[in-house]
């Protein structure tokens, strides 16, 4: 290849990895009809096996409703509902859900100090990193990575979240990033952070 041939061929791979569907909210706000039985009208579930989707990143969420299509994330439900939806769809049922307000919760007060602990400062005996770094000190995430909000999310599904990538179960995220922390954190710790970033904000 000659040099134009490389640099024309660099820019096209940067172009290409910018360009997806650009969400809209109106057309996701028709289209999350069929998602309020679960996630509530306006991404607040109600109850904890669902998880809430309000004010979550809009890519993070079009993301994931691709990778429960394709089956890299597996659950039998999301399956289902997602394998209707075109990159379209997923795109405005993000930037729908994203612009909603997260109903926050309260941290278990018993949870409090082991949580923090390790959402703000990670587990250096471990190897468990500062879960603050890519989730952000008020928990809101960091939308444009596709770093998820845990702020205000049910305990329970969080839980079960890194249940599921500590046992490989969940295998979607981006270079092993949530599965090779997850490996390395106890029962003890997953309960304390899930109840801790309930109340974050
Ligand atoms: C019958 C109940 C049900 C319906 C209807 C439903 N969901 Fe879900 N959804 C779930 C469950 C259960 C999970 C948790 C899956 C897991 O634990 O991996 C989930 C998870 C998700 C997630 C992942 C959230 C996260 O934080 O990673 C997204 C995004 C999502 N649903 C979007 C939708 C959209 C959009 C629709 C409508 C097109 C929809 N769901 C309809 C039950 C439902
Ligand atoms: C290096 C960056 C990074 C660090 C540090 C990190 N995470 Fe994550 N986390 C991610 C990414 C990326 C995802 C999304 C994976 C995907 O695409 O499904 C994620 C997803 C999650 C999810 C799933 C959210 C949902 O809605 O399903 C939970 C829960 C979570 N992380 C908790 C934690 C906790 C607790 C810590 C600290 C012990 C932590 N993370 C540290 C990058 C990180």
Redesign the pocket.
């Known amino acids: 290849m000659n040099k134009l041939v490389i640099s024309l061929s660099f820019a096209l791979a940067a172009f290409g990895a910018n360009v997806h569907a650009a969400g809209d909210a109106g057309a996701g706000k028709a ?2 009809a ?2 309020a ?3 509530g009208t306006d991404g607040n579930s109600a109850a904890p ?3 809430k ?1 309000a004010g ?1 990143g809009a890519d ?2 079009a993301k ?2 691709a990778n ?1 299509k394709s089956g890299e ?1 597996k ?1 039998a ?2 399956q289902g ?2 394998a209707g ?1 075109s990159e379209q769809d997923m795109a405005d ?1 993000g930037a729908y ?1 994203a612009a909603q307000a997260p109903k926050l919760g309260k941290t278990n007060p018993e949870s409090l100090e082991v949580g923090e602990k390790l959402y703000r400062g990670g587990n250096a005996k471990t190897g468990v990193p500062a879960c603050m770094s890519c989730h952000g000190p008020t928990g809101v995430g960091n939308a444009p990575a596709k770093f ?1 909000a845990l702020r205000g ?1 049910f305990a329970a ?1 969080t839980e ?2 890194l249940k ?1 990538f500590r046992s490989g179960e ?1 295998a979607n995220d981006a270079g092993q990033m949530m599965r090779n922390i997850a490996s390395k954190m106890s029962d003890g710790e997953i309960k304390a952070v899930s109840e801790y970033v309930v109340g974050l904000r």
């Open positions: 289209k999350s069929a998602c039985a679960c996630h096996t669902f998880p989707l979550q993070y969420l994931q409703l429960f994330r659950n439900i999301m509902q997602a939806l049922l859900y998820p999310q599904y079960s979240a599921a969940r």
